[in-house]
């Protein structure tokens, strides 16, 4: 089963770095294209990615933060795929970047953004 959701959270790029790769328990793999950033964990019996897209609400008393707040996306599998290692994360990195660019748009981020066609693949990095 594949899984995602993207969420309007107060953090800072570090933090959700830091946040990830704490919880993956592994080293992670990154890329990124102008302020969109991705990871996704190496161990190959989990799929699991994150991506970050900064996003100021037009409105900011409904967002209730005062720090840096951003869409971050996470996708993941559930039990058995048939994809798997480079192939998994980079297929999940571009399932959270495509919720991610819907989301971008109903969240009303100040800031217009244009969106590459894709990110740049794990392995040209």
Do not use: N
């Given at each position: 089963?594949?899984?995602g959701?993207?969420?309007?959270r107060?953090?800072?790029?570090?933090?959700?770095?830091?946040?990830y790769s704490?919880?993956?328990?592994?080293?992670?793999?990154?890329?990124?294209?102008?302020?969109?950033?991705?990871?996704?964990?190496?161990?190959?019996?989990?799929?699991?990615?994150?991506?970050?897209?900064?996003?100021?609400?037009?409105?900011?008393?409904?967002?209730g933060?005062?720090?840096?707040?951003?869409?971050?996306?996470?996708?993941?599998?559930?039990?058995?795929?048939?994809?798997?290692?480079?192939?998994?994360?980079?297929?999940?990195?571009?399932?959270?970047?495509?919720?991610?660019?819907?989301?971008?748009?109903?969240?009303?981020?100040?800031?217009?953004?244009?969106?590459?066609?894709?990110?740049?693949?794990?392995?040209?990095?």
């Amino acid at each position: 089963m594949l899984t995602g959701k993207v969420e309007l959270r107060e953090s800072s790029k570090a933090a959700w770095e830091e946040g990830y790769s704490s919880l993956a328990g592994t080293d992670v793999v990154r890329t990124s294209a102008g302020r969109v950033a991705a990871l996704a964990q190496i161990d190959p019996d989990h799929g699991l990615a994150s991506l970050y897209v900064p996003c100021d609400p037009k409105d900011p008393g409904k967002a209730g933060a005062s720090g840096p707040r951003a869409l971050i996306a996470e996708a993941g599998v559930v039990g058995k795929s048939r994809a798997s290692g480079a192939d998994l994360r980079q297929a999940l990195t571009d399932f959270a970047y495509q919720l991610t660019r819907h989301a971008y748009d109903l969240a009303e981020c100040k800031e217009s953004r244009d969106f590459p066609e894709k990110l740049p693949r794990y392995e040209d990095h």
